[in-house]
């Protein structure tokens, strides 16, 4: 390969992160090198390919018709890459298992059953990462991602682990504040009711504004404050704070010791939580972990 004719890769590393996230800041962040390092790979590209590969879009960054298919291209090969090194990896007989997943799910679901894990797989140590971000298995190199949705993520391997209806909660004190007599949760009425009520929502809300909208309320036009975390939002919720959407795997801790209480459900909801990895065959240790979800989340 004749690498005089390739920019330099920190360059074409950089563009990438830039175009994907859609901000120099973001890249930054990603790569752990100052905005201005950033954009100077980016002017760099530039000139060397003579056209701009990114524009300013809003507050952030979005790649030109050139620069989209050049990222394509940069991700599909960075992915390889990346592919390539995870594969030599996970040859090793002492590497942790890694996941990735949501903080809510982590907090309380896995985080109290992992004493159960290791209890009967004392050998298989475990790195888990949180956050409200999808990570891309391939790129960033986790084994595992448990994630909340329809089970549509393109690339990867996807299956049911937990259903997870959705609920409205609050708590009792707020509860008893609505007029007249409560229908059931199910009932069609229900979330209509709950309209004038304080909404708290998260960044991971997408898929609940869904639901709420089918239920006839238009998630715009709610008096609502957000908060940048779940664990946030149920906090306020507890406190009285407001009505909050939640997956009800989520909430039924709160709801078991009676701090929040439903008022309106959803029934046979398509979202759960679902259980993703790459195509192909788990190493041992990944699979020994997968398993015990399976018998115990299911």
């Not at 390739?6 to 990603?30: K, T």
């Not at 949501?102 to 679901?109: D, G, I, L, Y």
């Not at 894990?117 to 475990?126: G, S």
């Not at 959407?245 to 709160?254: F, Y």
């Amino acid at each position: 390969m004749d690498w005089r004719d390739i920019p330099s890769l920190s360059a074409l590393r950089a563009f990438e992160a830039a175009a994907r996230l859609g901000s120099y800041s973001e890249a930054s962040r990603e790569l752990n090198v100052t905005h201005a390092a950033v954009a100077q790979h980016v002017r760099a590209l530039e000139a060397h390919f003579g056209q701009p590969l990114l524009r300013r879009s809003g507050r952030g960054m979005a790649p030109t018709e050139a620069g989209q298919r050049l990222a394509a291209d940069l991700t599909a090969g960075f992915g390889e890459i990346a592919a390539g090194v995870r594969a030599l990896v996970q040859g090793r007989a002492d590497r942790p298992v890694s996941l990735t997943t949501t903080p809510s799910f982590a907090e309380t679901w896995l985080m109290p059953r992992l004493a159960q894990f290791w209890a009967v797989h004392p050998e298989v140590p475990l790195s888990i990462s949180t956050g409200p971000r999808v990570a891309d298995l391939r790129r960033d190199g986790f084994d595992l991602a448990i994630r909340y949705g329809r089970g549509e993520w393109p690339g990867c391997e996807a299956e049911p682990l937990t259903d997870a209806n959705i609920v409205a909660v609050a708590s009792p004190a707020l509860a008893a504040t609505l007029p007249g007599p409560a229908p059931p949760p199910e009932a069609p009425d229900a979330l209509a009711r709950l309209a004038k009520l304080r909404w708290l929502f998260d960044p991971q809300d997408a898929e609940f504004f869904i639901w709420l909208r089918a239920g006839g309320l238009d998630p715009d036009t709610l008096a609502s404050s957000r908060f940048d975390a779940n664990p946030v939002v149920l906090a306020a919720c507890r406190a009285g704070a407001g009505v909050s959407v939640q997956p009800r795997a989520v909430a039924e801790p709160d709801l078991a010791e009676g701090r929040l209480i439903v008022l309106a459900e959803q029934a046979d909801s398509p979202l759960a939580y679902h259980l993703l990895h790459l195509p192909g065959p788990l190493p041992p240790r990944v699979a020994t972990f997968v398993t015990w979800l399976r018998r115990n989340l299911g």
